[in-house]
């Protein structure tokens, strides 16, 4: 499949952010995508170097970029993305994923490590509820980690842990202790 560049802001300098007047020459390049069905997709970009006319920029010129395709990327985000989300979401291995999308192990990984972040760096929800093994952090001993005066109380108003008499828990578990 044959690409031109239709995005006008891809003729922008990255920069300094200036749009480009005069074309310097023709780059072309095979950025690798997602497959379509049972075969490959092969992608050719022919696109245009600009001259950046701005006397203060440093760069003088530069290559056509968009979203999918940043300058020098060899796969499209698309493929990435979906490389990074194997991993992530669907448990796969990177090996694994590295061979079915037919990319290279640090490729994977480093797009997983991108798309992890947005897991560890996401907001937690409020705790409403403390469970047994939250109250065994808190006590700091003993079975379930209570222990007389710390504050932690069980189900006989004892240190948690000690708790004597029937609970039955959500699941329908009876935990009496015999």
Do not use: N
């Not at 108003?157 to 329908?172: E, I, R």
């Amino acid at each position: 499949m044959h690409l031109v560049t239709a995005d006008e802001t891809a003729r922008a300098c990255p920069s300094c952010g200036t749009f480009a007047l005069r074309v310097k020459g023709l780059v072309r390049t095979r950025p690798r995508d997602l497959s379509y069905g049972e075969r490959g997709l092969e992608l050719a970009w022919l696109k245009r170097r600009w001259y950046c006319h701005e006397p203060d920029c440093v760069r003088k010129s530069f290559t056509e970029q968009v979203p999918q395709i940043p300058a020098g990327a060899r796969i499209t985000a698309r493929l990435r993305r979906a490389a990074a989300l194997r991993v992530r979401d669907a448990g796969s291995t990177v090996v694994q994923a590295a061979r079915d999308l037919h990319v290279s192990w640090p490729t994977v990984m480093s797009a997983f490590r991108t798309a992890s972040r947005e897991v560890t760096d996401a907001e937690l929800p409020e705790v409403e509820v403390l469970g047994v093994d939250e109250l065994r952090e808190l006590g700091g001993g003993g079975f379930l980690g209570g222990q007389a005066g710390d504050g932690v109380d069980g189900l006989d108003g004892g240190p948690a842990g000690f708790a004597v008499g029937a609970h039955t828990s959500t699941t329908g578990i009876d935990h009496t202790e015999h």
